[in-house]
């Protein structure tokens, strides 16, 4: 008897400790799979993020100006295809719609294209490599692109759509979980060299550079708030045009499922040199599998 009751305890702290160790929560993709973080050979990785910034003010003049708002919708994909999991290739895509002269800024949803006042349509694509560049610093990657516009005229009948220029880009991505994992920081520096003749854009023959802090705090594995800070300088190189700005804000997001999860961001301009000084709401789909 004592051996009978000897080998059921055995097997019930077993039994046990299996529970305890199948209860212990694996992290979810928004606190594991951060920009840093390079994907699994055969892993897919797709975002849809959308951008809508609108303005009634810029540097350009003193008091309130007309609506202008610009819409931009990206979709990103991108997959492992290295067995270290140490390179990914994908390719980005990006569509546009702006309208001016103080129409409602949810009208770049009508897609009228409206003369004078309204353009929409896909703007550019890019391929794109991410890989990491130093092995014993595994959150530190890179991602290169080559955007190629598809946009004809950069303004028509005075409303702009995209730049019309060739965009090489680099953005270096690192992160860094405290060790509470309750929070984690981000830092992303991206880089933009703009070629292409110079009377096609404004842009053209210059070089962006724009570093930006994320700092997160995750209330649960599923949930996390976040506050940013970006700043942008663009370095003319040859088209007598240098712009600058800073913007702040936060957001949220939620792990919907094991694949998806949403994010939404609102930023704003708080100051700069020949740009305007609006304000962005920003929401996005992310689907890891």
Partial sequence: MKKIITLIAIVSFTFLGFSQEDQEPEKSVIQEYTPSKL????????????NLYTQTESTFSDGEEPRQTFFTSTLDIFTG???????????LLEFRSNVINDRNALDVFSFDGERGTAR??????????KFNPIKSVSNFTIQTAFHIPLVDNETEDGVFLDQKGFIFQNRFFYD??????DWQIFTELNTEYNFGKKEDSFANNS??????????????QKFTILALVQHQQRI??????????????????YQLSKVLNIETLYTNFVRG????????FNIGLRALF
């Fill in 236 to 253: 003319d190189t040859g088209n007598d045009f240098e712009q600058d700005f800073t913007a702040v804000g936060g957001g949220a997001k």
């Fill in 207 to 220: 070089l962006s550079l724009t570093p930006g802090v994320f700092l997160s705090y995750f209330p649960s």
């Fill in 273 to 280: 040199n020949n740009t305007g000084l609006g304000q962005t």
């Fill in 120 to 129: 929409s349509g896909f703007t550019s694509f890019a391929p794109a490599v």
């Fill in 176 to 181: 860094y979980t405290f060790p509470s994992g």
């Fill in 39 to 50: 994907l699994n050979k055969g892993q897919w990785d797709i975002k849809w993020f959308n």
């Fill in 81 to 91: 295809v290295s067995e270290s999991s140490s390179f990914n290739v994908g390719l």
